[in-house]
């Protein structure tokens, strides 16, 4: 049996930007993406620390080491520039896999996005 975990995180990250015309997605910082184990193109769920929301989209890589955080589309009307926001990125796995499976959890300085 196959079940879904929790794969990567990017926990309490600033936004930097929300841009409602664009097609979509999600764009984050390489680095960050590097940091979690997060590709392009893979779907997130988005979790508003400030208002409760919840979203999945897909990821679009941003510039390395710039501390992008940008909700395109859609999206960009469930958030707000500086609200902090939680990334997750789930993966499936065999069940007996998943009991010791270790996420990889970033947890990037909350003003600057960025890591050490």
């Not at 979203?55 to 395109?72: A, F, H, R």
């Amino acid at each position: 049996m196959l079940i879904q975990v929790v794969k990567s995180k990017i926990h309490r990250v600033r936004v930097t930007q929300a841009e409602l015309n664009y097609i979509g997605s999600i764009t984050i910082d390489e680095r960050l993406m590097q940091a979690a184990n997060i590709i392009e193109g893979e779907r997130v769920q988005i979790v508003n620390i400030n208002n409760g929301e919840r979203l999945e989209t897909y990821v679009i890589k941003g510039d390395y080491n710039s501390g992008t955080i940008c909700l395109n589309g859609p999206a960009a009307r469930r958030v707000s520039v500086n609200d902090k926001i939680i990334i997750i990125g789930y993966g499936f796995m065999d069940f007996e896999e998943a009991k010791s499976f270790k996420p990889c959890l970033v947890f990037p300085d909350e003003e600057t996005n960025s890591i050490d």
